[in-house]
């Protein structure tokens, strides 16, 4: 969060007073803080899970399928910034609701996109074990992606075309690790 504070360290009063409301207002929308940070949870990846859904379902044919997807994060990413830090800094260090709240969120992202990726021809086959697997790999490229990508922000280079370049390597660097996993697709075989 802003100014150092992480979001087990803010109180409601400040909340209530950074939102222009009285702080009994707040309690009209969510009955604690856990209950705010698990909105904001649900809130920063709703919309990106959803993206990627599409991009999957029936848009760019497969071969360019990652090129979309790693786009479709960075743009996202890069208007939802501030969101996505305060995810990264509750998935490290934040308070045990929203750490199992942001689990939660990425094994259902990662079970959403395994049972996706069944529907391509050369996965059929795969065992559910494995297409888990497979799709845990794309998720945490993902994530890792994100994490690069708030980091190469907050280097503080003050001036914003460096962080933008930063940024797109950092989008080159994803896309190239997700085709490196897909390499190895025709190439694995299951020892279950």
């Known amino acids: 969060m802003d100014g150092g504070y992480g979001f087990d360290s803010l109180s409601l009063r400040r909340v209530a007073r950074t939102a222009g409301v009285v702080p009994t207002a707040f309690y009209r929308h ?34 360019h399928l990652i090129g979309r997807s790693v786009e479709i994060l960075v743009a996202h990413v890069r208007e939802h910034r501030r969101h996505f830090a305060f995810m990264a800094h509750a998935r490290a ?18 079970s959403e996109l395994a049972t996706d990726l069944a529907r391509f021809p050369i996965l059929r086959d795969w065992t559910t074990t494995d297409l888990q697997m497979l799709a845990a790999l794309f998720v945490d490229t993902m994530i890792a992606t994100i ?21 797109d390597q950092i989008a080159r660097q994803a896309e ?6 897909v390499l190895a697709i025709p190439h694995w075989r299951s020892t279950d």
């Open 147 to 167: 994490d690069a990508m708030l980091e190469a922000s907050n280097r503080g280079t003050g001036a914003e075309a460096t962080a933008g370049d930063a940024e």
């Open 93 to 110: 260090s934040g308070n045990v609701v929203l750490r199992h709240a942001i689990r939660a969120e990425t094994r259902l992202f990662a």
């Open 176 to 181: 190239k690790q997700l085709r490196l996993i």
């Open 30 to 63: 969510f009955a604690s803080m856990d209950e705010l940070g698990l909105a904001l949870v649900e809130e920063s990846v709703l919309a990106l899970r959803s993206m990627l859904r599409e991009a999957r379902q029936g848009g760019p044919d497969p071969e």
